[in-house]
């Protein structure tokens, strides 16, 4: 193969199995080449490095990153979104929640249960959660914590079942991070952002060849981030990280990737604000006296028609302490071998194992009518209080060790031309969780009420209020996973394409767990001894996908999809109980789930614009429910979303791009309870419709304008007796803006500004509805993007 030592001395052959980016990279040099006399017998080459140049944009990418996707997007019967590291740095987006704004209806709006609090990635989408369906490169993420997109090249976006590909997954789909990798090209780039709320951030990506003539290459991407939050106070996100990788044998059969990932958070978290004056809010429902007993005192009536007509408060405040805390330690090893046989097929092995460690506490806090103090009672909301009740507390490490195997290979049979994906995956998978104790005097113990309106975090507490130690109890989980799978996509003459899978799992899960015994009548076991329990549970699931699509013309498809997905109990969360009130009791069968899919897709513009819709169906059974009347958990559960999904992306005209979705869904429990407090059919936190889009216009003379849209409909909240607290979130519009410009080859200037119209709207809220996320307000960022 030629090499290419510089521009100008171009040599005018390249090899065609050259990679799509390098040969995009080349597309200059080929036009320069195509001038030099030599270059005329020879159009042919310089022909099919222009058409390969053209069909992947800024915004448009061709196909997915996983082997066990064989075609173009434009060829996969599924929804299926890639999101390009161009279309992010664009946006200014630095966390993946950021990033899955250009998706429909896919985001963190579920704020916690009660007191607790979600942190990090608590991703919704199409009515499930799907934060436990998210992996880096193909292997899962474990772990409630912030992934930044610095070593990120692009997110994939499957909105489905996707069971025959990963196992164990969400009803709805999941999310898979590639990242960046080493390339056969000198490349250094980097930034620096500043913006709202002291934001500071810089990264770097450094590419250098170090072998060329036996493709041995080094990436470095580099993070460092020291952040406050625009829209809250106190709030802080603090990390750095560190991505090194290196590749052999990248212009050889057989190449060998090793990739090390580090990243460090000191964050505050973000405990959400009350919903206090929101629309829907009324007083708590007053209390009436309670008489003295011989063991507790009287406690008079309290009544809160005093806060009749109150006033929403601020949304920055912040009700936590100078105890709240987000510590996260994140480790990543990972080896890939890749070999190309003689015949075509290629064979792929990915060893890793992860840790993430995670210390984090927070002062929970919840405005009921046991919360608000009884010297409220005033006509000044000044003198409103409310206590903060208790301190959530998570010290919990994540381990993975994981080896996958999967070969590709082509072959025909007949007139049916087969192209065959198989894999053997082995995983195991560790929890450890331990738990903590306020060892502070009882009498003293708890923290200080803090004012309604006015909170103020750097009250003093002391140790003879808070002295938070573990108390001996920990809870340990495992999971090892023995899968095996395969896919054939068969093509039958030009048109028509079909592809059917099945994947096999057998899991094995132990439970071991320590707690402390607390107070029972009638006390058998002492108060605070320790009580061990194991519990084991084992299973095979059985997944499967088929699909069949027809080709009207080379670059469009109609096809239709049916495929399904298993959740075990305690799959998500590694741990069991054999208690009739817990969901992760193993008595109960495997959550099933079934999509089937009916749509279309285009590339057009000579493959420079993607169109598609898909009309979808899914059907989840076997939920676990908790009855209100026994508090027991039965499998009655049965779930229906429905919808239709729209979507654009790519190139419009020359230097018009353009990324937009639409989605509308109907949800329905079709058996069991109706979960939301509004008592409509439908299911929590899911916007029945959604929109965004993003779109930027380069000038001749390089300035780049752009902008953005976002529509989220109303949430419906979950139900758990609260009275007097929002039922949903209302429906809210959100408009961004971007202009960049280069300075010189080597330098250019991006301005962000987010919110245009600062609007004020609920991001996410929890489940009694006491507490929600402010949405950003009015904000910017001002980024020098560095480029050798």
Partial sequence: MAMIKSRKHAQTRLNQHMSAALAAMLLPVAAHAADAPDAADKPQTLQEVQVNGSRENDFKAERASSAKYTEKLVDTAQTLTVIKKELIEQQGATTLTEALRNTPGVGAFFLGENGNTNTGDAIYMRGFDASSSIYVDGVRDVGSISRDTFNIEQIDVLKGPAGTDNGRSSPTGSINLVSKQPLLENAYSGSATYGSGKQRRATADIN????????????????????????????KNKRWGVAPSVAFGLNSTTRVYLNYFHVKQDNIPDGGVLTIGLPGWTPPADIAAVPATATTPAKPAKSFAFMAGAAPVNPKNFYGSVLDHDNVKADMATVKVEHDFAGGAKLVNTTRYGKTKQDYLLTSFMASNTNLNANTASTNPANWTMARTNLTTKDQLNEILTNQTTLTADFTTGALKHTVVGGVELTNEKQTNYTYANTAPAATAGLPATSIYYPNPHTPITSAQVNLKRNGGRSEGTTNTQSVYVFDTIKYGEQWIFNGGVRIDHYNTTYNATTVQAATTPQVIPVGTLVASNIEASDNLVNGKLSALYKPTKDSSVYALVASSKAPPGGTTFSLSTSDSSAANPKFDPQETTNYELGT??????????????????????????????????????????????????????????????????????????????????????PKQSFTAWTSYTLPFGLQIGGGARFSDKLARGTDGAVGTPKYANSYWVFDAMASYPINKHVDLRLN??????????????KSGYRYTPGTPRSGSLTANFKF
């Fill in 601 to 686: 897709k285009w590339d057009l513009l000579g493959q420079k614009l993607s169109l598609s819709g898909a009309l979808f169906r899914t059907e989840v059974k076997n939920e676990v429910e908790q009855d209100p009347v026994d508090a027991k958990y039965y499998q009655t559960g049965k779930k229906r979303v429905k919808g239709i999904e729209l979507s654009i992306t790519g190139e419009i005209l020359p230097k018009w791009l353009v990324s937009a979705g639409y989605v509308h869904q109907k949800t329905k429990v079709e058996s069991g309870k109706v979960v939301t407090a509004s008592g409509d059919n439908q299911l929590t936190y899911t």
């Fill in 753 to 766: 500004v987010y919110n245009l119209a600062d609007k004020e709207y609920v991001q996410a809220i929890n």
């Fill in 208 to 235: 250098t060849v170090i072998d060329a003539d036996s493709g041995t290459a080094f990436r470095l991407n580099l993070l460092d981030q020291d952040s406050e939050n625009p829209g809250r106070d106190f709030v």
